[in-house]
């Protein structure tokens, strides 16, 4: 049982490279997540999608790039690596709807440092 | 919008310990409650959820109550395990117009326990 798979698990950029942190489910799973992790921020969503070819902006969304062009993958791209983004990221994915009411099944998570 | 706030930590406990995270929520419907988990180095995972007003979930030995008169959903556990030892996340799901859910998360509780 894959789950929720992120690729790279570890990344170290300097600042102004580019790179994508590709998710992927295998369950079927309408919606997916990109949030970023930082100490005594807790969780912050940047963006989601509720279906294959839509997304959508969260609470932290500027510097970050999405696309879902296959239900099964979310992607998130950074374009001009800032600093400020070193973080943990964690991709998550969920049903539309059917009795699990939004529960979340989260990747094991992609440490980014920026230089 | 909603929001959810949780005791800040860390909770540091000795084995056997009784354990209690408090978690209060605002939101503008009926949301789904709860708890996840985070293991060090690891993604979140469930641990127990509420659908609705008084259902109690559980797992593993902690539980939690939906409280909607008081808006809460504190986490418990009688005798806590060095085990135990992780990040504890409280969130609420709301159904939104066309069925969505977009979650919200708490800042998390860090808690330690020890031998």
């Known amino acids: 049982n894959a789950g929720v798979t992120q690729t790279p698990k570890f990344r170290v950029l300097k600042t102004g490279q580019s790179m994508t942190l590709l998710c992927a489910q295998d369950?079927?799973?309408?919606?997916m997540y990109w949030y970023r992790q930082d100490p005594g921020m807790g969780l912050r969503l940047i963006h989601y999608?509720?279906?294959?070819?839509?997304?959508a902006k969260g609470e932290v969304p500027d510097g970050y790039n999405v696309s879902r062009l296959k239900k099964q993958n979310f992607l998130l791209g950074l374009e001009s690596a800032a600093p400020s983004q070193t973080s943990v990221y964690f991709c998550?994915?969920?049903?539309?709807?059917?009795?699990?009411?939004?529960?979340?099944?989260f990747g094991e998570g992609s440490r980014l440092t920026v230089l | 919008g909603n929001s959810v706030t949780q005791m800040e930590g860390p909770v540091t406990l000795s084995e056997e310990a009784f354990l209690t995270i408090n978690c209060t929520y605002t939101?503008?419907?009926?949301?789904?409650l709860f708890w996840y988990v985070q293991y060090p180095g690891e993604g979140l995972q469930l641990l127990l959820k509420?659908?609705?007003?008084?259902d109690k979930g559980s797992n593993k030995g902690f539980e939690a109550t939906y409280r909607k008169e008081t808006t809460s959903f504190h986490l418990e556990k009688g005798s806590v395990q060095v085990s135990d030892s992780a990040v504890y996340f409280c969130?609420?799901?709301?159904?939104?117009?066309?069925?969505?859910?977009?979650?919200?998360f708490g800042r998390g509780t860090s808690l330690i326990v020890h031998p």
């Open positions: 998550a994915s969920s049903r539309l709807s059917g009795g699990t009411n939004g529960e979340l099944f």
């Open positions: 369950m079927n799973h309408e919606y």
């Open positions: 999608s509720v279906g294959e070819g839509t997304t």
């Open positions: 939101a503008t419907g009926y949301p789904s």
């Open positions: 509420a659908t609705k007003a008084d």
């Open positions: 969130a609420l799901s709301e159904s939104l117009s066309g069925g969505s859910y977009i979650p919200t």
